[in-house]
């Protein structure tokens, strides 16, 4: 087949596989918390409890055909539940296209991995919690992928894989912990939840330890920055509750877009400086060439 057709015909393959799993990764961040099973029923209104046909849950399509009103009852359906498909859509769209020709398998598992991500964080934004299976499942799920896959932390054999996984999780979890107990020292009350520290081993068991200083400053720099919005708008609303998750779920995601590059490019700076500010004589650059 026509390389370019393929191409394309894999990228609507993603952008469908991501709209579906966006559309049942809504059931699941409403039914979870609730203990109830995510299976069975099929899916039924919320308000008036009759059946929703296929053709009226057709992800991405459906809301704007139905002007986000129910067919049955024509109660309101919260416009979340499109954006989360559509961002599902599109967030799946372009894991296809980065990683998708030069490690498909990599491609797979961060899919699996953004979709754990996301119903943790939706939940989070719902419930303020985030429930065990998503936090330590995750790094579970972490643990293994690495050890079947070990590229995803530039390794080559299981064992290697497995280790940098537990690495990365104990630096995340560590880190947090550290923070989290000098939050307490100074503000004399919990700063962070268990649920958040959790939540940031399962990142470091997928993304690697190197992750870890790219996501806990990303994330607090974006929280604080809306954090403080919402208080000015909301007129000095202080110790509104706003969780955490959210935004180190997004600093996650964005590592996978760029964060990487950036993160290691800044490390190896540093090296270099440091190399420069220890042994200036022995730098390469500083001696003559012999004649
Ligand atoms: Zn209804």
Known sequence: MDPILLRVLESIAAFVVGACVGSFLNVCVYRIPLNRSIVTPRSHCSACGA???WYHNIPIVSWPLLRGKAACCGTRIDLRYWLVETGMAFLFLALWLKYGEVDPVAAVIYAIMISGLTTACLIDLDHYIIPDRFSLGGCVAGFVACAIHPSL??????????????AGAMAGALTLLGIAWLGTLVFRKEAMGMGDVKFVAAMGSFLGGTSITWILPLSAMVGSVLGLALIFWQRGAWGTRIPYGPFLGLAAVLWLFGGHDITFAYWQNVAHMWNMATSPMTDPHMIPPPR
């Open 51 to 53: 059946p929703i046909p």
């Open 153 to 166: 932390m530039d390794r080559t054999t299981p064992l290697q894989g497995f280790s940098w996984s537990l």
